[in-house]
């Protein structure tokens, strides 16, 4: 079992950065694929972005250009850094693992899930 914990989250301005940290305990982190997601109020869930065992990466259209995912596997860390945010981005932020051999964006396919980090941005 992988446990994932998530930390950064914060109230900030739009136009304001932030970075999200996810700290992941396991054997075999470096073989996860990780990933990001994101779920206002009264919305789904939805995939923020995601990076592989590879490193091969993923973003959603809305994050595109804004926001940088990363993976320190000696740190077993990953990272999202999160820039020009706007009210939009306000959301409950979860870290994912999977043990998938590529980036996925489908919530029902990660296997573990940290408890969340909310991030709130002002207009």
């Known amino acids: 079992q992988v446990q994932l914990v998530e930390s950064g989250g914060g109230l900030v301005q739009a136009g304001d950065s932030l970075r999200l940290s996810c700290a992941a305990s396991?054997?075999?982190?470096?073989?996860?694929?990780m990933g990001w997601f994101r779920q206002a109020p009264g919305k789904e869930r939805e995939f923020v972005a995601g990076i592989g065992w590879d490193f091969s990466i993923n973003y959603a259209d809305s994050v595109k250009g804004r926001f940088t995912i990363s993976r320190d596997n000696a740190k077993n860390t990953v990272y999202l850094q999160m820039n020009s945010l706007n009210a939009e981005d306000t959301a409950v932020y979860y870290c994912?693992?999977?043990?998938?051999?590529?980036?996925?964006?489908?919530?029902?396919?990660?296997?573990?899930w940290g408890q969340g980090t909310q991030v709130t941005v002002s207009s």
């Open positions: 396991g054997r075999t982190f470096s073989s996860y694929t």
């Open positions: 994912a693992a999977t043990r998938g051999m590529v980036v996925l964006s489908i919530p029902q396919r990660y296997d573990y």
